[in-house]
């Protein structure tokens, strides 16, 4: 492999997504950069499935280095094809901003026949130093950046931004004192009420890196000031001031009622403050002096470090200023920390939504995505989900249902079937449907009755297909970030239905033509036993080639009224889909139209194979194996046959010897003025005739076919002694046993044995 650069195409295919990531983490760990390959193996996996689902062609997936970072583009065969983005050129699917949020830097790039998107990541350890107040991370609940200003960013402006961090710190840590300007720019960065914008602080404790940074942060404060105790209080959404780390007599302190609205003027300024038991933090912590700076994020309030004595006038400006600087460089730590765990939370998010992406891709039944749809939502985002679909011929329908408590899933069933139709909304938002239940059934219900609920639409190619709805108990609120979570994936959900369903249709389609392809029913044969097989390939999608038919043709002329001439046919017309079923079509109702006319086997083939050639570019090349039961023998029956560039036939007699039962001839469709012959079974008692496709003498297990080596003769060799049905049966199961793949071609065949 080249040190700087790789590349493989993959084919348009659901397994070629993860097929991509493993490609681009064996290239990372070839070159040694096993640190970035996370970052790079989520954002190939968008792309790769962009492509996949809105270019719809094959792709290429290419790794370089250049001057040190790593550049991985995703290029599809669709350059007219543009990128879509959720909520700004599309309604549903894939965008990219979780590659803005990923990369340092992205951008798309076109030519005359291909498309390709690109993003570069760092080398391992270039950004180390970097300031972390301005890092990348948000909070999973943020909103995802606008995908057109974030593309093609430049890593200079973040290095521009977080040298002028670094100087502000460095100038704050000096000894001039602050002078009014810094203190209204820090007032302007905070706003007029610091109490508007707290940042939620238990998202620090759940940080082992925040929690040391206070630890560390309140012993220096400790030492440097010779305060009795030191503590860092954070704040909450809700405007509480929580404990997060304490030493001295502060580890005592009671909080009572101290909320971050009862700070002081200072605190609102962002500016550090000395006050005496008169002031609020001071009464709260019952301090009688205490000195205190305002810890800050990103212009938000994060919290407030104090320290506190028990003694009157114990602190001074000078204390105040030197607390101040001590709370800039714990800002820092801390904003380190909390981006840290943003990041780990947003990569563990960001892996759920692609693993989920992955599950849908894999599946076309429409019960079953809906059911994964709900089982994904629960428990990780509510407590319980339920599916709505909605189609032309009838309203919303309750379609699946999941709770966390499996003894709630029935009431919940009733609730939602009594409850107001999903709403048809074109966004997310709250819904009340359950509060429109009948009392009983609410009763019944129980608590779910009262839970909050999120509605979501399921928006796929510009219509509604349904909604997901997903509830929690009162008092657990839905968080932005869950909220946002199950909006992503309800899009994914919508495409992953609507696909579904219509492969549903179609396969509910071309199984009814197929049917319709196929004969009624098989007669009864005096003297003979008749058992067929037919299997189409895959799961019915696609109509197949095969055919076979057994049919009554007549009187046998000559004969007495109540004597019949039988007939049968096995074929298969080269390919599949509409194109050859309408050349099944014709084939199967010319040999039963022509057989009525009383046109021998010969020239049933020679009229049917004009026909073919007639349909031009239309027609397709046919194989075909037709013979007539001729006339019932003492010991058997004769039948003439003629094999059309069909697999020949074959007879197994009651010793166990097998022997082939005709001549090949020329198959159909190909040139005009074939003529053909018959030739002539004599089928004794016991005697077998076996008629099949190529399905079956082609059915492959590695580089063997089954009928390599006279390998059906000997499958037929072991049929000794066993009725019809019983040899149709066993070739049958050979066929799906021969290869631990599922069989790519349709199998037909028929069995004829002499009684």
Known sequence: MDRQTASATFPSAAASVADARRFVRKVLADWGMDEVADDAVLATSELATNAIAYAGTSF????????????????????TRGIEMPGVTASSGRGLPSIARLAASWGVSYDRRTKGVWFRLPRPGAAAGADPADAPGRDVGADLPDAAGSAGRDPA???????????????????????????????????????????AGDRLLRSPAAVEAMEDGVATVRETLGAEGAAVLLTERDGRMIMGSSAGTAAEMPLGELSVAGLGPAARAGSPWVAAEADPTATALQARSLAAAPLESQGRLTGVVVAVSSVPGRFDEADGARLGRLADEMS????????????????????????????????????????????????????????????????????????????RSDGLRELLEHAGAAPPMDGPGPWNGLATAPEEVRAAAGDTAADQVYAFPLIARGRRIGTIVIGRPPGDRFPRSAIELAEELSRRAALAVDNARLFSAQTAMSSALQRSLLPPGIPEIPGLEVAVVYEPAGEGSEVGGDFYDVFESGPR????????????????????????????????????????EDMSVPDVLARLNRLILGEGERGRLLTLLHGEIAARRRDGVRIRLTSA??????????????????????????????????????????????????????????????GDGDGLERLLADCKGLSAGAVAARIQRAVRDFGPEPSNDDIALIVLRAS
Not at 185 to 191: F, S
Not at 565 to 591: K, M, N, Q, S, Y
Not at 686 to 693: A, D, H, I, Q
């Open 645 to 706: 560039g069909h697999p020949l036939p074959l007879v197994l007699d009651p010793d166990g010897n097998v022997r082939e039962a005709a001549s090949a001839q020329p198959l159909l469709g190909v040139f005009d003025g074939v003529e053909f012959h018959t030739d002539t079974v004599d089928l004794r008692r016991g005697e077998v005739l076996l008629c099949v496709t190529d399905g079956v003498t082609e059915r492959r297990a590695g580089t063997r076919l089954l």
């Open 332 to 407: 820092l730590s801390l904003e380190k920390a909390r981006v840290g765990e943003l990041e780990r939370s947003w990569r563990g998010w960001l892996s759920f939504v692609a693993e989920a992406s992955d599950l849908l891709a894999g599946t076309l039944d429409q019960e079953r995505t809906m059911a994964l749809v709900a089982q994904l939502v629960v428990p990780r985002l509510a407590t319980w989900c339920a599916v709505y679909t909605v189609s032309e011929a009838e309203p919303d329908r309750l379609a699946y249902v999941w709770h966390a408590d499996e003894n």
């Open 557 to 596: 002329p000559g004969g007495p009224a109540s004597a019949s001439r039988w007939r049968f046919a096995i074929g298969d017309v080269c390919g599949t889909g509409p194109e050859a079923a309408a050349v099944t079509g014709l084939a199967r109702h010319a040999l039963r139209i022509l057989a009525a």
């Open 60 to 79: 290429e997936v290419s790794c370089r280095l250049e001057d040190g970072d790593i550049k991985i583009e995703v290029r599809d065969r669709h350059p």
């Open 157 to 199: 402006e973040r290095t521009a931004r977080e040298r002028a961090a670094r100087e502000r710190a460095a100038r704050d840590r000096g000894d001039q004192p602050r002078d009014a300007g810094r203190a209204q720019g820090r007032e302007g960065a905070l706003g007029a009420d610091a109490g508007d914008v707290p940042v």
